[in-house]
């Protein structure tokens, strides 16, 4: 899909609500470059910032009342006042939007008193690509705008993630906001998640990204994620630490034994590959990226093995991408359990290489992959104000 242009948001816009908007705002979607669930658990994170976008085009409401409109949905849904309960069903979709908008408040933000709002997105949702989080930070940028207001980007990322954890109910950490806030072309975004403490690292663009996504149900809201992240609070208190980032491996290893086989393993996955974020990072201001290519495959199979969070989907892709000569690393992205698997590629590796493994993996009848080429994008931004 071709990304739309602000006049044609716009004119949508105006088709919807019979008037025009007063602000566009977008935020990118994000790769979890690595660092599998350490955000939550004190630890580091890279992620991508990449060239697929929510944006969200607001303007106020005179009567007091909250239209919502997704370009991809089918009808505006119109909600009271205050629009406090939580939506189920179809709309569910604007308990994001709605979450932004209470976290205003939360924040001793102003908020506007009622919005005429558009999603428009090329992203595709379910993969593990974090439309969510977008969705979360364009809306935040575009309401803010309404009242004349703005946010930098470390408190914009603990907006979203407020919302979302708050409102929609999902216990995720930083990594997806704090990536979609502060993205960079070229860049990487790294996440120390304690403080959260944000800075770069530089990726080349000689390195393509590329998504395989499988297009299974990415189960976060349904309670995997959830009961992921309950394991690794209880591994953390049984070895007596608040985070189990606050742990070396080989502190993790002398320690093991007060652990069930469980959570030993939940408690293994999240320690390594906390120490696999820092060798990244190293390995990419080396500009080594053969050793990166090493460390993404090392996360996956952790997560295979370890975290339990793969699929036998996401292991098949990554299985036939491992051997390939212009490929170096892959592993599944985001929070697991479906979703998407992300190659780290030579130059060299083409659409044509990307749809052969796609057709290995599934021919038809059955339904290959889609096969998504990202570039590290800019983070959230308003584009547009009338
Ligand atoms: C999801 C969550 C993130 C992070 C990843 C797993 O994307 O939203 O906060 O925990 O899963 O690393």
């Avoid at 909250?66 to 909600?79: I, T």
């Avoid at 308990?95 to 506007?112: E, T």
């Avoid at 428009?120 to 949702?125: A, H, I, M, Y």
């Avoid at 974090?130 to 969705?135: H, N, Q």
Wanted: hydrophobic content about 45%.
């Amino acid at each position: 899909m071709r990304p739309p242009t602000t006049q044609e948001i716009s004119a949508l816009f105006q088709r919807t609500y019979g008037h025009a908007p007063t602000v566009i705002a977008r935020a990118p979607g994000r790769v979890e470059f690595i660092g599998n669930h350490t955000d939550y658990n004190g630890g580091a994170v890279l992620g991508a910032a990449i060239d697929r976008y929510v944006w969200v085009a607001a303007a106020p409401n005179p009567a007091g009342r909250f239209r919502l409109f997704s370009a991809s949905g089918p009808s505006v849904l119109e909600l009271p006042a205050d629009p406090g309960t939580r939506i189920t069903g179809s709309g569910s979709w604007a308990n994001y939007p709605l979450g932004v908008w209470r976290s205003l408040k939360d924040f001793n933000l102003p908020q506007p008193a009622g919005f005429d709002l558009l999603v428009v997105s090329d992203l595709p949702s379910g993969a593990g690509l974090s439309s969510s989080a977008a969705l979360e930070l364009a809306t935040a940028l575009a309401l803010l705008a309404l009242v004349g207001g703005t946010l930098e980007a470390g408190r914009l990322a603990a907006l979203g993630r407020h919302a979302e954890n708050k409102y929609v109910g999902v216990p995720c950490g930083i990594l997806d906001q704090g990536t979609s806030a502060h993205g960079r072309a070229g860049q990487l975004v790294h996440i120390d998640c304690r403080g959260p403490v944000f800075s770069r690292v530089p990726f080349p663009a000689s390195a393509p990204l590329w998504i395989f996504n499988t297009r299974e149900k990415h189960a976060l809201i349904d309670g995997l994620y959830a009961t992921r992240h309950r394991e690794c609070l209880d591994a953390a208190q049984a070895l007596g630490v608040a985070l189990l980032a606050d742990l070396t491996p080989a502190q993790l290893a002398s320690r093991e034994k007060k652990l069930t086989p469980v959570l030993a393993k939940r408690a293994r996955h999240i320690v390594e590959e906390n120490a696999r974020v820092h060798d990244t990072a190293d390995a990419l201001q080396r500009g080594d990226l053969a050793m990166v290519g090493r460390l993404l495959t090392a996360s996956h199979r952790s997560s295979q093995h370890l975290f339990e969070n793969s699929t036998p989907a996401l292991d098949a892709l990554v299985n036939l991408l491992e051997p390939h000569p212009a490929v170096l690393g892959a592993r599944l992205t985001g929070g697991g359990f479906g979703g998407a698997v992300m190659a780290l590629t030579r130059d060299i590796f083409t659409e044509q290489d990307a749809v052969e493994i796609a057709r290995r993996y599934a021919a038809p009848p059955a339904r290959p992959p889609e096969v998504i080429h990202l570039q590290s994008a800019d983070g959230a931004t308003v584009l547009w104000r009338g």
